[in-house]
């Protein structure tokens, strides 16, 4: 059934409708006199021919009947909502899973030194020699540099040996 | 039930509206469909004839759109008039026709003006109408039916938006191009030129004849 409530009233021109036309008026003149459609007019016998082709045609047709689907999707508003809603859904998921799977990501990079520090002091809390060691010490780097070298201090010769040919050839 | 002219036998329908002849139809009453033909096969046949620039393809095209109407009669909600449905289908007829039939533009080459031929004044008129006509041809579909409902149709926006099915922005959005489109083309055209300087006053008595048709 046709909601005849739903049915269009007299179309009514907005003002920008008509300033465009106004810059248009002489282009809109030109077209309408140089008309050449008259051209191909059909008479009116024409016309009545055409009717009874199309009649002729229209009784060995059968008006399809809209299935329960095809009647929502046909619905152009609902057609242009659910539209909008995939666009719109599919954009926050993507964002949604690509957050999910890059952020722990990142805030493992970032939390690194946070996590060595963390380490760092929880062992200065316990041995107060190391709050005294590390005191000293103005940036991380050189703290780190000093352990290293202690630990090659208690290599034997031919570890130390082993290890520069190891370094050489990694150059 | 009363007799006109041609022997055609007038009844109530002729002067229903649109939707109450669909609605007659959907209950059961084929030959109701006859009104709405005999109402809008003259547009939609004027309408097809600016697009495929051939009477017996037009008519082809007219027939196919009131078949597909009357089969698609069940999914016509009147969220728009009637006729813009129709119009809506004859256009996507005609592209699809347009498309299989691998349609050439005008062939109309520039028409080279003598001044002498100008006292001929209905001679030039149809020269300039035909390369007026090409410059058309040669937009962009949905320019050229923009064009063509606002212009030949006088149809509003929002008629030509439900029609082209895009948004009532975009509708002006074809128009404004394709008017943009046609002045830098005829701006290029010198022929143009000269006739407009030549022969000004006949396009000024074109244009007042056109008002006074109108009022």
Avoid at chain 1, 13 to 32: R, V
Wanted: hydrophobic share 40%; proline share 2%; with cysteine.
């Amino acid at each position: 059934m046709i909601d005849k409530n739903k049915q269009q009233t007299q179309i009514i021109d907005y003002p920008d409708e008509i300033l465009l036309d106004q810059g248009a008026t002489e282009i809109k003149n030109l077209l309408k006199v140089t008309d050449c459609s008259y051209e191909f007019e059909m008479k009116e016998i024409d016309f009545e021919n055409m009717h009874n082709k199309i009649m002729a045609q229209v009784e060995k047709t059968e008006i399809k009947k809209q299935s329960a689907l095809t009647k929502v999707w046909s619905d152009k508003v609902a057609r242009a909502n659910i539209k909008q809603k995939i666009y719109r859904s599919s954009m926050i998921l993507g964002f949604c899973l690509f957050s999910y799977y890059s952020f722990p990501k990142i805030t493992k990079v970032m939390h690194m030194p946070w996590t060595a520090s963390g380490a760092v002091l929880a062992d200065a809390e316990q041995d107060p020699l190391v709050i005294t060691a590390l005191s000293s010490y103005r940036r991380d780097h050189d703290f780190f540099v000093d352990v290293a070298s202690a630990s090659l201090d208690h290599l034997s010769r031919e570890q130390f040996a082993r290890l520069m040919k190891t370094n050489r050839k990694t150059r | 039930m009363r007799e006109i002219d041609g022997g055609r036998v007038a009844n109530s329908t002729d002067t229903m509206s649109d939707i109450e002849v669909i609605e007659t139809i959907r209950a059961g009453d084929r030959k109701a469909f006859s009104v709405l033909v005999r109402r809008h096969q003259k547009s939609l046949f004027r309408l097809s004839v600016r697009f495929i620039k051939d009477s017996d393809a037009a008519e082809d095209i007219v027939q196919d759109s009131f078949i597909k109407a009357y089969e698609r009669l069940a999914s016509f909600e009147a969220r728009s008039s009637f006729r813009s449905w129709l119009f809506q289908i004859a256009i996507n007829t005609a592209k699809n026709k347009l498309r299989d039939r691998h349609e050439q533009m005008s062939d109309v080459q520039d028409l080279p003006l003598a001044v002498a031929a100008l006292a001929e004044s209905n001679l030039v008129h149809s020269g300039i109408a035909k390369l007026i006509q090409k410059h058309v041809d040669e937009l962009p579909f949905k320019q050229k039916t923009a064009l063509t409902l606002r212009v030949y149709e006088d149809l509003s926006f929002k008629e030509i938006a439900d029609i082209m099915d895009c948004p009532y922005d975009t509708a002006k959005a074809n128009y404004r191009h394709a008017l943009i489109r046609l002045r830098e083309q005829l701006g290029k055209n010198s022929d143009l030129q000269q006739w407009q300087s030549d022969v000004g006053g006949f396009f000024m008595a074109m244009e007042k004849k056109t008002a006074e048709v109108e009022s």
